[in-house]
């Protein structure tokens, strides 16, 4: 399996601002996902991190407010951006080496937005 | 959108005794994975059955899948106070995976 790092584990920001969460993995993999967990509740896909080219998001997520960059088979970032409250949430990244393949996750993001 | 619904909310029960919790789905799959996830952590990937599977057990777990009720179990045997944490099913239907809302389970040492 793989070792997924994230950065940062965890921050409090102020409304308005915006966070860049790193998520770096040691190995190449071909799916590279960005999920949402908010306080006590499941996850919910935000967007599949597509190499070198634009993110395929999910419906209720746009690019504006959720931009993802994957540079490289094993790198992705996501901004979450113009924060407000309802940001604040467990961000993790997740990877995959086919579509048969069970999801491995970093250990999150936990964003307060204040 | 959540696709599985797990049974019960949340479970305690007592050190050395079996926890069963529950998961239903609404549409065909092409395998269902329970995950666990430890409190502030990331989920921990348990087993994964095929829609074609029946049956699977992974030494102290045993995950069952009835596609004709769109329904999938997940037993763990003679619990330790380290297996206290939440559990996810996750289904996946044509690569599009979906979670649950988890079981949260206590283990009383």
């Known amino acids: 399996s793989a070792v997924i790092s994230q950065k940062p584990s965890r921050d409090i920001c102020q409304r308005g601002t915006s966070l860049t969460i790193q998520c770096q993995v040691d190995?190449?993999?071909?799916?590279m996902f960005w999920y949402r967990q908010q306080p006590g509740q499941s996850l919910t896909l935000i967007a599949t991190a597509n190499q070198g080219s634009e993110a395929t998001y999910e419906s209720g997520f746009v690019i504006d407010k959720f931009p993802i960059s994957r540079p490289n088979l094993t790198f992705s970032t996501l901004t979450v951006s113009n924060m407000s409250p309802e940001d604040s949430s467990i961000y993790l990244c997740s990877v995959a080496w086919d579509s048969n393949s069970p999801l491995h996750f970093g250990n999150g993001t936990r964003l307060t937005v204040t | 959108s959540q696709q599985g619904e797990e049974d019960p909310q949340a479970l305690s029960i007592q050190e050395g005794e079996n926890a069963t919790m529950n998961c239903s789905y609404k549409?065909?799959?092409?395998?269902l994975q329970w995950y666990r996830q430890n409190s502030g952590r990331g989920l921990v990937h348990l087993i994964l059955i095929r829609s074609n599977e029946r049956e699977k057990h992974s030494g102290r777990l045993r995950v069952t899948l009835d596609t004709s009720k769109k329904s999938s179990s997940l037993l763990i045997t003679a619990s330790r106070a380290a297996d206290t944490a939440s559990y996810f099913c996750a289904t996946d239907v044509n690569n599009d995976m979906r979670f649950g809302a988890g079981t949260r389970l206590t283990v009383k040492p």
């Open positions: 190995s190449q993999v071909t799916m």
């Open positions: 549409t065909s799959i092409n395998n």
